[in-house]
């Protein structure tokens, strides 16, 4: 599975964003998909996620109601929606396929797309 992330971008508080994250590969609609993010001098942590079927979501409590995830296996693609972002939502964001299940922790993911930047400013 090839992944690549786009749509980052230099954005002022409170403006949105939409990423995409694009996937090769026929069996992309049986995957987990996990959005994450790192930003400069911190681990990566978890943004959100969403199972094969887009029925089950999770989102980290720091963008909970701000960000929405959602994903079109038609399209092999998937969207994280940011909105009211904040400066501390800076970083690179990745996106992550899991072969089995949803999961918060980033070496659970089994491939990698290249991250696209968010840069908010105050």
């Known amino acids: 599975v090839q992944l690549q992330a786009f749509g980052g971008g230099l954005v002022q508080a409170g403006d949105s964003l939409r990423l995409s994250c694009t996937a090769s590969g026929p069996t992309f609609s049986m995957y987990v998909v996990g959005w994450f993010r790192q930003a400069p001098g911190k681990e990566r942590e978890f943004v959100a996620g969403?199972?094969?079927?887009?029925?089950?979501?999770d989102y980290a409590d720091s963008v909970k109601g701000r960000f929405t995830v959602s994903r079109d296996n038609a399209k092999n693609t998937v969207y994280l929606q940011m909105n009211s972002l904040k400066p501390e939502d800076t970083a690179v964001y990745y996106c992550?396929?899991?072969?089995?299940?949803?999961?918060?922790?980033?070496?659970?993911?089994?491939?990698w797309g290249q991250g696209t930047q968010v840069t908010v400013s105050s």
């Open positions: 992550a396929v899991n072969r089995r299940y949803l999961s918060r922790t980033p070496s659970d993911s089994n491939y």
């Open positions: 969403i199972t094969w079927g887009g029925g089950v979501t």
